[in-house]
C-alpha cells in the first residue's frame, strides 16, 4: 500500500497553496493566442496542462477559481470529495472514486469560473488524482477565495466556504 510520504517522494510532489502537493507533468508547447480566447485571458496559453494531485486526510484544497476548465482524474487511495459552486451559486459535490456503486466517477470536469475545493472524503487517508486543464493553467488565472467575500455572495453556502478557505 502507497502511503503519501512515498507518493510525494516518489514522484517528487511539492505543497500547493491551495493545500495538498502537486506536480506538473505536462505542459503542451502548442500554444494557443490570446485573441483566440475569450477576453478574460491576457495571455498567450499551453493548449493543455497536466499534473498530479495529492491529498491526505485532515488536510484540503482551499475554495479558488480558474479561468479554464478541469478535468479530474481518479489514481490511487480513496474518495476525493470536489465541492463546486457554479457562478449562479448551485452547489454540486464530485465524488471522485472507484465505488461506482456509491456514485463514484473516475474522472470528472470542474467548469471554468467554478469555485471549488476539494478533501478526502470521510474515513478516506489519502487520494492521488490528477488534473488537466485547458487552455493550460497559469497561476495568473487562478484565484484563492477570501472566506468573507465568498460567504457574502453565496450565504446558502457559508459553512462549507468559511471550512474550505485558507
Not at 3 to 31: A, C, D, F, I, W
Not at 32 to 39: G, M, Q, S, T
Not at 84 to 91: K, N
Not at 103 to 123: I, K, T
Request: proline share 5%; charged share 15%; net charge negative.
Amino acid at each position: 500500500m502507497q502511503t503519501v510520504n512515498q507518493l510525494v517522494q516518489l514522484y517528487q510532489l511539492l505543497p500547493h497553496p491551495e493545500g495538498g502537493y502537486y506536480k506538473e507533468t505536462y505542459r503542451s508547447g502548442v500554444m494557443v493566442n490570446k485573441n483566440a480566447l475569450p477576453d478574460s485571458f491576457t495571455n498567450d496559453k499551453s493548449i493543455s496542462t497536466a499534473i498530479y494531485f495529492l491529498l491526505e486526510k485532515g488536510n484540503f484544497s482551499a475554495f479558488h477559481r480558474i479561468k479554464s476548465d478541469e478535468c479530474w482524474h481518479f489514481y490511487a487511495g480513496e474518495t476525493l470529495h470536489i465541492y463546486v459552486i457554479s457562478p449562479e451559486g448551485i452547489f454540486s459535490t464530485i465524488k471522485l472514486g472507484r465505488n461506482f456503486e456509491a456514485g463514484e466517477v473516475f474522472q470528472a470536469v470542474v467548469p471554468a469560473n467554478c469555485w471549488f475545493a476539494s478533501e478526502p472524503a470521510p474515513n478516506s487517508n489519502f487520494s492521488f488524482v490528477g488534473c488537466t486543464v485547458a487552455p493550460g493553467f497559469d497561476f495568473e488565472d487562478f484565484e484563492m477565495a477570501k472566506a468573507a467575500t465568498l460567504s457574502t455572495i453565496f450565504p446558502a453556502h457559508a459553512a462549507m466556504i468559511n471550512r474550505l478557505c485558507r
